[in-house]
């Protein structure tokens, strides 16, 4: 008889943005003459940056011509014209790394995920609460032990470690998807001095770095003295440059970070997710590195900095109208989310269905983060600025 992995059987019925589509589907097909505005999933809505699109259709191009044409790609790590533009990005805001610590992926959501095969199920998980649902989710299946840290109003949302509680890997994502909060240099090191002093791993998720517009805050946990030798970090170019549809990003394992085996011995991360990928994974498509690539450029970084500029002035609308509501808020400034305290005392559910059905507005409930999420609400900048302005409108009519 076939046996299946029961710790499925333990995880809510449904993903969270699965309810949400369920609640708005089921709305629209009531109210049909009722148009929405969704701030709710954090997708993007400005199209790839000219420079982009022509890098992959130079790439597709010479997929066509034998000379040029590429099929596997040897280390299947990515291209060494892609992890040098990465690199180079990296050394301009201080961090020094090899084209060997940088393994090119098909966007961070999936190594979040995967990167759990490489470590062993009795492990503690720390996770900072609320979060996004994959870290929680990728371990549950395994079966593993998770432990929280809160992040909540007293701490500005930015949980810190507990030097009672052991941990063996930390969950940190900083612009912080859903709270849009952002850690600081010192902060940052406080993980790594705990992650050192209790022989962890960080997995750091840095996918929203290019919304941090403060230079005295860190873009990257490699900013952090020691991190090396404790933290991998993973980046996406979904939010960055608009790869939500293309899938590309990447993840940085440095050559120090080694773990003990039971036998003693020292083993090399890098080589196990090395192996671990070689084993389930072919890499990412040569067009699509092409154009992954091109964001590196002078001009890439110029048009994707214009695309990133428009969602700051979407989330300045939506700050500026909270501030003028006096509804308590964080994030926004240095990330595309904000994160409102829920009005009038509502729960984060009846806050959701009260805005879709008095205003036609779709965020996302921050229960569905954890239990530090009851109480707030998410939105996204990723809209359109004319939507923006109009589901701003629509509750400052409603909270005036």
């Not at 993007?44 to 099929?71: C, H, N, Q, S, Y």
């Not at 030798?229 to 394992?253: D, H, N, P, Q, W």
Request: hydrophobic fraction near 40%.
């Amino acid at each position: 008889m076939v046996k299946i992995n029961e710790n499925f059987l333990t995880m809510k019925k449904n993903y969270l943005f699965i309810d949400i589509a369920k609640r708005v589907k089921a709305f629209s097909e009531a109210n049909p003459d009722k148009p929405l505005i969704r701030m709710g999933i954090g997708d993007v809505t400005l199209p790839l940056a000219p420079v982009v699109v022509e890098a992959i259709k130079k790439g597709a191009d010479e997929m066509g011509v034998r000379e040029t044409f590429k099929g596997y790609e040897d280390s299947g790590t990515g291209y060494d014209f892609l992890k040098q533009a990465v690199a180079d990005y990296y050394g301009s805001f201080g961090v020094s790394l090899s084209l060997s610590e940088i393994r090119i992926n098909d966007g961070a959501k999936a190594d979040c995920g995967n990167i759990t095969d490489i470590f062993g199920d009795d492990n503690t998980i720390l996770v900072t609460d609320p979060a996004y649902p994959v870290y929680v989710d990728s371990n549950v299946m395994c079966g593993r032990r998770i432990i929280y840290a809160d992040s909540n109003e007293e701490n500005g949302f930015a949980a810190m470690p507990d030097e009672s509680v052991h941990a063996d890997i930390i969950y940190l994502c900083s612009p912080n998807n859903p709270t849009g909060s952002v850690y600081t240099k010192a902060q940052l090191e406080e993980w790594v001095s705990y992650a050192i002093k209790n022989e962890a791993v960080i997995i750091f998720d840095s996918a929203y770095e290019a919304f941090i517009s403060d230079p005295a805050l860190p873009r990257s946990i490699y900013c952090a003295e020691g991190a090396k030798k404790c933290a991998i970090e993973m980046c996406s170019l979904s939010k960055t440059a608009g790869f939500t549809g293309t899938r590309c990003g990447y993840t940085v394992i440095p050559e120090e970070l080694t773990v003990k085996a039971s036998d003693g011995s020292e083993v090399s991360l890098a080589a196990l997710w090395g192996r671990r990928q070689g084993s389930k994974f072919n890499g990412v498509s040569y067009p699509i590195q092409c154009g992954a690539a091109a964001v590196f450029t002078p001009e890439g970084q110029k048009q994707t900095r214009q695309a990133i500029d428009y969602y700051r002035r979407n989330a300045k609308v939506m700050t500026d109208t909270l501030t003028e509501l006096g509804i308590k808020f964080t994030g926004g400034i240095n990330s595309p989310y904000v994160w409102l305290k829920c009005p009038q005392g509502m729960d984060s559910w009846e806050f959701f269905d009260f805005l879709l059905e008095k205003i036609q507005v779709v965020g996302t409930p921050g229960e569905g983060f954890g239990k530090n999420g009851a109480g707030w609400f998410r939105l996204t900048a990723f809209g359109t600025y004319e939507n923006t302005v109009e589901a701003m409108n629509r509750l400052k009519k409603l909270f005036s």
